[in-house]
T-cell receptor, first 114, second 117 residues
Framework: AQSVTQPDIHITVSEGASLELRCNYS??????LFWYVQSPGQGLQLLLK????DTLVQGIKGFEAEFKRSQSSFNLRKPSVHWSDAAEYFC????????????WGAGTKLIIKP | ETGVTQTPRHLVMGMTNKKSLKCEQH?????MYWYKQSAKKPLELMFV???????ENNSVPSRFSPECPNSSHLFLHLHTLQPEDSALYLC????????????????FGPGTRLTVL
């Protein structure tokens, strides 16, 4: 069955430090890939998405993600985090056998240390 | 109001109550969704509407009843819920260009935190 794994339930990073959030998927073909962010008390917001082409994708708020087919991964990165980045981050995969139902990871909560 | 709004933001109800959740999108979109978000679990898609027509009911129990009177409004009617239905219920909308597709960016509301006693 297709699945999305975010291995880290929560991650703590110092403000100004770099960040990498992991996402692995189980899927035969190259899927569509997404990262969403959910700030406290708010809905999810799309950070970036990958459909095809350049495997390094730039998103909003200074985030980027890299698709690595060999590792079935789509990790999210940011060179220097800000306190406002404290939120929960969700990776999602769009499979070929459904055109509207994303498969979601369980999320990674990012905690920023001052 | 901008974006996607949801009311109420918090709701506590007994198992015998009937209540409704409301979602309104101010983005001119034509597709709307209900999701259930439980702690430490992936988002669960419940219902999808496209141009007011329900295109998907993702094996959701009948105690959840959606209603989409127009492309801007979406309701979720609740009755005889169970404690395990306690969760954050998220509404989303998207501009569907050629059939509902996850390639169309979904815009989410802040959710309704539901507690069933």
């Amino acid at each position: 069955a297709q699945s999305v794994t975010q291995p880290d339930i929560h991650i703590t990073v110092s403000e100004g430090a770099s960040l990498e959030l992991r996402c692995n998927y189980s899927y035969g073909a190259t899927p569509y890939l997404f990262w969403y962010v959910q700030s406290p008390g708010q809905g999810l917001q799309l950070l970036l998405k990958y459909f095809s082409g350049d495997t390094l994708v730039q998103g909003i708020k200074g985030f980027e993600a890299e698709f690595k087919r060999s590792q079935s991964s789509f990790n999210l990165r940011k060179p220097s985090v800000h306190w406002s980045d404290a939120a929960e981050y969700f990776c999602a995969v769009g499979p070929a056998d459904s055109n509207y139902q994303l498969i979601w990871g369980a999320g990674t909560k990012l905690i920023i240390k001052p | 109001e901008t974006g996607v709004t949801q009311t109420p933001r918090h709701l506590v109800m007994g198992m015998t109550n009937k209540k409704s959740l409301k979602c309104e999108q101010h983005l001119g979109h034509n597709a709307m969704y209900w999701y259930k978000q439980s702690a430490k679990k992936p988002l669960e898609l419940m219902f999808v509407y496209n141009f007011k027509e329900q295109t998907e009911n993702n094996s959701v129990p009948s105690r959840f009843s959606p209603e989409c009177p127009n492309s801007s409004h979406l309701f979720l009617h609740l009755h005889t819920l169970q404690p395990e239905d306690s969760a954050l219920y998220l509404c989303a909308s998207s501009q569907d260009r050629d059939g509902v597709s996850y390639t169309d960016t979904q815009y989410f509301g802040p959710g309704t935190r539901l507690t069933v006693l």
